[in-house]
């Protein structure tokens, strides 16, 4: 199955710009920990890519890269799409990567701890 792939560069501050790339449905999550306003650009074309999303294990690894907000100590990504009981992060999933064509490139290799602050 293919999936989609962002190209986000993460601004922590005016002098570091972070370029990465995530699975599409990794968006709000990483808006939600950078706080948005300006602070992530999607830049460039979507990669469409060769990789298929188990939910339960890929909201685990969210929470587990992402970790809890600090003051309301829920995992940012509960926070996104609710409980995965709820299956909103199902639907979403589903809907970040309905538009992915066949694959043209390789899944790029998704480092597990460079988007946290």
Do not use: C, N, W
């Amino acid at each position: 199955m293919a999936s989609r792939y962002l190209t986000v560069v993460v601004e922590r501050d005016p002098m570091e710009k972070i370029p990465v790339q995530i699975p599409a449905h990794e968006g709000p999550v990483l808006e939600l920990v950078h706080g948005g306003g300006g602070s992530l650009q999607i830049v460039g074309e979507p990669i469409d890519v060769d990789t298929d999303f188990e939910p339960e294990a890929e909201y685990e690894r969210l929470e587990a890269k992402y970790g809890k907000h600090p003051e309301t100590k829920q995992s940012y990504v509960r926070e996104a799409y609710g409980a995965l009981s709820e299956g909103r992060f199902h639907k979403a999933l589903k809907a970040a990567h309905k538009d992915a064509k066949a694959p043209k490139a390789p899944a790029p290799e998704v480092e597990a701890d460079a988007d946290q602050e």
